[in-house]
Structure formats: structure tokens, C-alpha cells
């Protein structure tokens, strides 16, 4: 009975410390940051935060990485979920080196995916220069962004939809053939809903990774104002010409965004 009473206390103890020094760590490396960004977008009022957002070229930037990330996550929302089905449902050679393909870009520098694409798609590479003649240059294009985005956010789709399918029982898909359905029937009717919950997390993150990306737009777009130039873009510019509240401004923006991604998450992955 008295070792038990002294149990609390303890453990109580164990826990401020513990939850102290995590905070301690984590004020200065994530949390300050995030409260800095809402700091400096409100320290001038907010007149100056609405005249800053409002700004011709920050509305453009801001639009311009709304409409990329959507397209984005929607395209990839039917391709990694068609490659997730793919290397889940069939067996072949050279299968475990394809699923390593799908999710080098995650792996690799966005800089590096962005010299890539130039090099295949720029119009000296070498998809790029066949299509000079034709007067086709996706590159500093919006569809040179899309490609981008494409690319680097594939492994997001593909690593929220492949594990569900791992795990989804084949006595539902053999049931479904028993009774006379066929593969189309049995994605649709059986495996498509109960990929609803990973399909949805996939194109969250998809759609958030898309909106922050930076190291491979910056070079494919060629960060042309009013043109190709995203939300991110356009706080790398203004911070490079000191106007702090220009980019703050759409920095908040962009930070609330991901904060209501990341709740919706979270209550996705609860309800999973």
C-alpha cells in the first residue's frame, strides 16, 4: 500500500521534467519560429497587413499555389493511387526497384528534381530540344511548376494509399470474384472505399508539400512575377528586396493553411 501511494508523486515528477525539457528544446527550434511569422505580420496593424496581402503580386502568387496544389493533388491523387494498386495487386520482376523509383523524390534534393526536369524538358534537354521547333517549352511555364510539384509530391500519395492496401484482407477481393465481379467491380465497390481514408491523407499532404515546395519551382519556373511565381517564391523575393512585411504577410497566410491541413489530418488519422 505505501509503495503504491509513492508511485504518483514520482512518476509525477518524472513527467514535468520530461515535458519541461521537450518544451525547452522545442520553443526555440518550432514553436518561436511559427509565433514569430504571426508577430512580425501583426506588428505594423491590421491596415498594413491587409495592404501588403493585397498587393497585386502577392494575391497573384498566392492564387497561382492554391490552383497548382489542387491540380497536384488531384493528379496525383488518381497516379499514386493507380501505382499504389498496381505494385500491391501484381508480382513481377523488378518490382521492389520500381517502389524505390516512386519514392526516390522524397528522398532526393528538390534542387536536384528541378535540374532534372530541366535537363529532360529545358530547351536544351533532352525532351526540351525536340520540342523547340514546335514552339513547345514547358519549362518557366505553369506547366513546368505542375510538372514539378508532380514529381516531388508523388511518394506523399503513394505512402498514404500503399500501406492501407497492404493491409487490406484478400477474403474481401476473393469474396467480390466469388459472387461474379469483376477487377473494375472489385476496386470500385470494395477496395476503393476502403482506400477513402488514405486517399484523403495522401492528397492533404500532397496538397500541402505542394503549396511550401520551393527548390524545384525556383528552378523551373524562373520565378517570373505575375507569371510563374508561387507563394513561396514570392517570400523569397520580397525578403532578397527587404520588404519584411510583404512577406510576412503572405507567409501567415500560408502558415494558417497549413495549420487547417494539419487539424484535418489529424481527424482523418482519428477517424481511421
Known sequence: MNVTSTMPPRRSKAQFW???????VLMPLIIMPLLAIYFFAARGGLQNFLDAFLRPD????????????????????????????????????????????????????TVVVGTSLLLLWGPIGLLGRLLEPFGIQPMFTPVGVLLAHIFVTLPYMFGAVKPVLDKLEETYTEAAYTIGANRWQTFRYVTLPALRGGIMTGALLTFAHSLGEFGATVLVSGNLRLRTQTAPLYIFSQFEAGNIEAANAVAAVLATISFIIFFVLQRVAREQ
Open 18 to 24: 520530461s515535458v519541461s525539457i521537450l518544451l525547452l
Open 58 to 109: 502577392a494575391q497573384f502568387a498566392l492564387r497561382f499555389s492554391l490552383i497548382i496544389a489542387t491540380i497536384t493533388a488531384v493528379l496525383n491523387g488518381f497516379l499514386g493511387t493507380y501505382t499504389a494498386y498496381v505494385l500491391t495487386e501484381y508480382k513481377f520482376r523488378g518490382q521492389a526497384a520500381l517502389e524505390v523509383i516512386v519514392n526516390l523524390p522524397a528522398a532526393i534534393p
